[in-house]
């Protein structure tokens, strides 16, 4: 039997990081997701060298309002997760998107 792999999107969370308010934003920046423009925000404790976990913290403006999502995660496995929630559209994208060629 195949061993099943979790999914890259499944180590993220919602909500504000459970020890944001202990921590220091090492860095800073604005992206784009699909789900919309997002503030981008590496934290973490103590020196930046230290340690070899990556504490991502994401907050999302979306159609339906916003969002924030965080992630724990070794540094190797950073680009992996990064680039699963690149991935997630709206479920109500294509709704948008017929409503947008109605009024027009």
Not at 33 to 51: I, S, T, Y
Not at 66 to 81: H, K, Y
């Amino acid at each position: 039997m195949a061993e099943s792999r979790q999914s890259p999107l499944s180590r993220w969370r919602y909500g504000f990081h459970p020890h944001a308010a202990g921590m220091q934003v090492r860095s800073l920046s604005r992206v784009h997701l699909q789900l919309g423009e997002a503030l981008r925000l590496e934290m973490g404790q103590g020196d930046p060298g230290e340690g070899d976990t990556a504490e991502l913290q994401y907050y999302i403006a979306t159609e339906l309002g916003p969002w924030a999502v965080w992630l724990s995660s070794d540094r190797g496995d950073v680009a992996e997760c990064e680039q699963a929630l690149q991935e997630v559209a709206s479920p109500f994208q294509d709704e948008t998107a017929e409503g947008d060629r109605r009024k027009k």
